[in-house]
């Protein structure tokens, strides 16, 4: 409805679902998240939210997501999709946690009612059409699925975060040591996307969100040098006017980073989660983001696909000579519109994202073996979580690579990384979880002893100073 009134009983029915008491529910790194049995409320009025969203722009559809995602089953979350299929804009994150945590039916009027006010102007405008998709085919084997015998628990020891963050390879792997296939592994939800493999010594090699931002930025690297596209504006100005860069977070491997750096691709870095580091990317004419976990895509400005359809144009009409070069031209101009059309531009999913690294790796005629050993080696990492008692305690930087409170934790991690035998590889980094109730600890070093040591220490320091619970890390 678009009248500024709300609809007959429905703050009854909302009021008949209280929220969970003594618990602020707030929109973290991608929705709401916590234990399932604590959401019934917050599910019911995100329903609510998301029709008040949906007037705000003009009628069009938006989504939800419910999901555990990369959690455990226990836990649960729901996410909330703009009409492009972005994540919901995060000046609407403030309205859906004021409407969760309303328990009066004051409270309750007053955040619909703002809602309403915010939303109803906007209605009703022209809806944009779903543009077309083009059709994709692959063989693959599905394993670890709901339906099989034993393992209905979803992420239960498979899924891109147990195989990302534990570096281990999922259950229903032990056949595979000498059969060199190549492994994929999504989150609950689809949009994380890791690769694994057993080399021919049978050692398990984990390819994550880093590796997948390094094989985009060569391919579309060289694509865009090939392709003889003109600088932007100015046919006749100087090559390399195009603004590309790889934007990562703090928990990109230090290898990865020095080998862009190396091949003269900036490297930007955001906070941790889809929201910003997509965010920064839409600054640039191509951007490229992956966090390490597996969630990322790739994103073309629109001058950029402007430029790069008429420059396919004129190639096609022959505008430009029939030459050596201008097939070699041609072929590179149409992998740039075909990465456009192939990739989920809305905020990438592990569907999208492993048809493009397939068709990448078919292109370069790579198997999973040379893109592991043809772009870098990882820094060997370790990564720990550990419950405090209220982790909003902690804050960090704008990067998170440094904690801001508690007051002194930076300080003694400070120590841990100017010691001898950590410096000059290592680093450790902690901050609180916007999706779980844990603090995350991130180290990176010479070798994976000294890494676990690192992140080890560093628990030891946030379990201390930060409030842990439980027994001490050990
Ligand atoms: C969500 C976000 C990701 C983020 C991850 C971890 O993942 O969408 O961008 O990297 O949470 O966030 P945190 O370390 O704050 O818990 P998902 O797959 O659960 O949606």
């Given at each position: 409805?678009?009248?500024?009134?709300?609809p007959?009983?429905?703050?009854?029915?909302?009021?008949?679902?209280?929220?969970?008491?003594?618990?602020?529910?707030?929109?973290g790194t991608?929705?709401?998240?916590?234990?399932?049995?604590?959401?019934?409320?917050?599910?019911?009025?995100m329903?609510?939210?998301?029709?008040?969203?949906?007037?705000?722009?003009?009628?069009?559809?938006?989504?939800?997501?419910?999901?555990?995602?990369?959690?455990?089953?226990?836990?649960?979350?729901?996410k909330?999709?703009?009409?492009?299929?972005?994540?919901?804009?995060?000046?609407?994150e403030?309205?859906?946690?004021?409407?969760?945590?309303?328990?009066?039916?004051?409270e309750?009027?007053?955040?619909?009612?703002?809602?309403?006010a915010?939303?109803?102007?906007?209605?009703?405008?022209?809806?944009?059409?779903?543009?077309?998709?083009?059709?994709?085919?692959?063989?693959?084997?599905?394993?670890?699925?709901a339906?099989?015998?034993?393992?209905?628990?979803?992420?239960?020891?498979?899924?891109?975060?147990?195989?990302?963050?534990?570096?281990?390879?999922?259950?229903?792997?032990?056949?595979?040591?000498?059969?060199?296939?190549?492994?994929?592994?999504?989150?609950?939800?689809?949009?994380?996307?890791?690769?694994?493999?057993?080399?021919?010594?049978g050692?398990?090699?984990?390819?994550?969100?880093?590796?997948?931002?390094?094989?985009?930025?060569?391919?579309?690297?060289?694509?865009?040098?090939?392709?003889?596209?003109?600088?932007?504006?100015?046919?006749?100005?100087?090559?390399?006017?195009?603004?590309?860069a790889?934007?990562?977070?703090?928990?990109?491997?230090?290898?990865?980073?020095?080998?862009?750096?190396?091949?003269?691709?900036?490297?930007?870095?955001?906070?941790?989660?889809?929201?910003?580091?997509h965010?920064?990317?839409?600054k640039?004419?191509?951007?490229?983001?992956f966090?390490?976990?597996g969630?990322?895509?790739?994103?073309?400005?629109?001058?950029?696909?402007?430029?790069?359809?008429?420059?396919?144009?004129?190639?096609?009409?022959?505008?430009?000579?029939?030459?050596e070069?201008s097939?070699?031209?041609?072929i590179?101009?149409?992998?740039?519109?075909?990465?456009?059309?192939?990739?989920?531009?809305a905020v990438?999913?592990?569907?999208?994202?492993?048809?493009?690294?397939?068709?990448?790796?078919?292109?370069?005629g790579?198997?999973?073996?040379?893109?592991?050993?043809?772009?870098?080696?990882?820094?060997?990492?370790?990564?720990?979580?550990?419950?405090?008692?209220?982790?909003?305690v902690?804050s960090?930087?704008?990067?998170?690579?440094?904690?801001?409170?508690?007051?002194?934790?930076?300080?003694?991690?400070?120590?841990?990384?100017?010691?001898?035998?950590?410096?000059?590889?290592?680093?450790?980094f902690?901050r609180?979880?916007?999706t779980?109730?844990?603090?995350?600890?991130?180290?990176?070093?010479?070798?994976?002893e000294?890494?676990?040591?690192?992140?080890?220490?560093?628990?030891?320091?946030?379990?201390?100073?930060?409030?842990?619970?439980?027994?001490?890390?050990?």
């Amino acid at each position: 409805s678009s009248s500024q009134e709300l609809p007959p009983g429905l703050i009854a029915e909302l009021m008949a679902v209280p929220p969970p008491n003594g618990k602020k529910l707030a929109y973290g790194t991608a929705g709401f998240r916590d234990t399932a049995t604590l959401l019934d409320s917050t599910f019911q009025r995100m329903g609510v939210l998301a029709a008040l969203r949906s007037i705000a722009c003009g009628g069009q559809v938006i989504g939800l997501m419910v999901t555990a995602s990369h959690n455990a089953v226990e836990d649960n979350g729901v996410k909330m999709i703009d009409p492009a299929g972005s994540m919901l804009a995060i000046e609407w994150e403030g309205h859906a946690a004021t409407l969760a945590n309303a328990r009066t039916e004051e409270e309750l009027k007053a955040i619909l009612i703002a809602l309403l006010a915010i939303a109803a102007p906007a209605f009703p405008s022209p809806s944009t059409p779903t543009p077309p998709r083009p059709p994709a085919r692959l063989n693959v084997t599905l394993v670890n699925t709901a339906e099989e015998e034993n393992t209905l628990y979803l992420n239960d020891k498979c899924g891109a975060e147990f195989v990302q963050k534990g570096q281990q390879p999922p259950k229903g792997m032990e056949d595979e040591r000498d059969k060199g296939r190549r492994w994929a592994s999504f989150d609950g939800d689809a949009d994380r996307l890791v690769y694994h493999f057993y080399d021919q010594e049978g050692k398990w090699h984990l390819l994550d969100g880093d590796k997948m931002a390094v094989l985009a930025a060569d391919f579309l690297m060289d694509a865009l040098k090939e392709s003889g596209l003109p600088p932007p504006g100015d046919e006749g100005g100087q090559a390399g006017d195009w603004k590309v860069a790889v934007v990562q977070t703090a928990y990109a491997n230090g290898a990865s980073t020095r080998y862009l750096r190396d091949k003269g691709i900036p490297v930007v870095f955001a906070k941790t989660g889809v929201k910003y580091v997509h965010h920064e990317a839409e600054k640039y004419d191509i951007g490229i983001y992956f966090e390490a976990n597996g969630h990322g895509t790739v994103i073309f400005g629109e001058t950029m696909a402007k430029a790069i359809l008429s420059h396919k144009e004129k190639l096609e009409k022959g505008v430009v000579s029939e030459s050596e070069v201008s097939k070699k031209e041609k072929i590179a101009t149409t992998r740039l519109v075909c990465a456009q059309q192939l990739i989920n531009q809305a905020v990438g999913d592990a569907m999208s994202d492993l048809l493009f690294v397939e068709a990448v790796l078919r292109l370069k005629g790579w198997d999973i073996a040379d893109w592991h050993k043809g772009l870098y080696t990882d820094l060997p990492s370790k990564q720990l979580k550990l419950q405090v008692q209220d982790r909003t305690v902690m804050s960090c930087n704008k990067d998170e690579t440094r904690a801001m409170t508690p007051g002194g934790l930076q300080e003694a991690l400070d120590v841990l990384m100017a010691s001898s035998a950590v410096a000059p590889h290592g680093r450790v980094f902690v901050r609180p979880s916007g999706t779980e109730d844990v603090v995350r600890v991130y180290a990176e070093a010479a070798t994976p002893e000294i890494a676990a040591q690192l992140a080890l220490d560093a628990s030891k320091i946030v379990y201390d100073m930060a409030g842990g619970v439980g027994v001490r890390p050990a």
